[in-house]
């Protein structure tokens, strides 16, 4: 009976370790601007159930965000990228920004983020 080789040649797996080592080298680029995104979510969130800030003006709150950005090492967004817009019921919060993230030679990576939370005036507590 013949036995016939099986697996990957030495080429098939270079070029597969290469297309891994790409995709991992992406994501080390990437996944942090999420991160940052979704920390930056979670502060809005818990900001508009502090009862500081659901009574508060918008100094208050824009220093509580700046607090929150800082215990979250968040550095690239800015205390005065959170827009803070008054409605009928309480207070809009929009922090809307854009993140470029250089990926190699020429090419970046681009992400538009935005995040948005609604705070209902005195609604604050856990």
């Known amino acids: 009976m013949?036995?016939?080789?099986r697996g990957m040649t030495m080429l098939g797996f270079l070029m597969m370790l290469c297309l891994g080592i790409?995709?991992?080298?992406?994501?080390?680029?990437?996944?942090?601007?999420?991160i940052e995104y979704y920390s930056v979510k979670k502060m809005?969130?818990?900001?508009?159930?502090?009862p500081e800030a659901a009574n508060g003006s918008?100094?208050?709150?824009?220093d509580l965000f700046r607090?929150?950005?800082?215990?979250?090492?968040?550095?690239?967004?800015?205390?005065?990228?959170?827009?803070?817009e008054s409605?009928?019921?309480?207070?809009?919060?929009?922090?809307?920004?854009?993140?470029?993230?250089?990926?190699m030679a020429n090419l970046d990576v681009v992400g538009k983020f935005h995040a948005e939370q609604v705070m209902a005036r005195g609604a604050g507590g856990y």
């Open 87 to 103: 409605t009928d019921g309480g207070m809009k919060m929009i922090v809307d920004y854009e993140r470029r993230e250089n990926l």
């Open 58 to 62: 918008k100094e208050k709150i824009r």
């Open 22 to 34: 790409f995709f991992a080298f992406c994501a080390m680029k990437i996944v942090p601007m999420y």
């Open 67 to 84: 607090r929150g950005l800082e215990i979250d090492y968040v550095k690239v967004i800015k205390p005065d990228m959170l827009k803070i």
């Open 2 to 5: 013949k036995q016939t080789q």
């Open 44 to 50: 809005l969130a818990t900001i508009s159930k502090n």
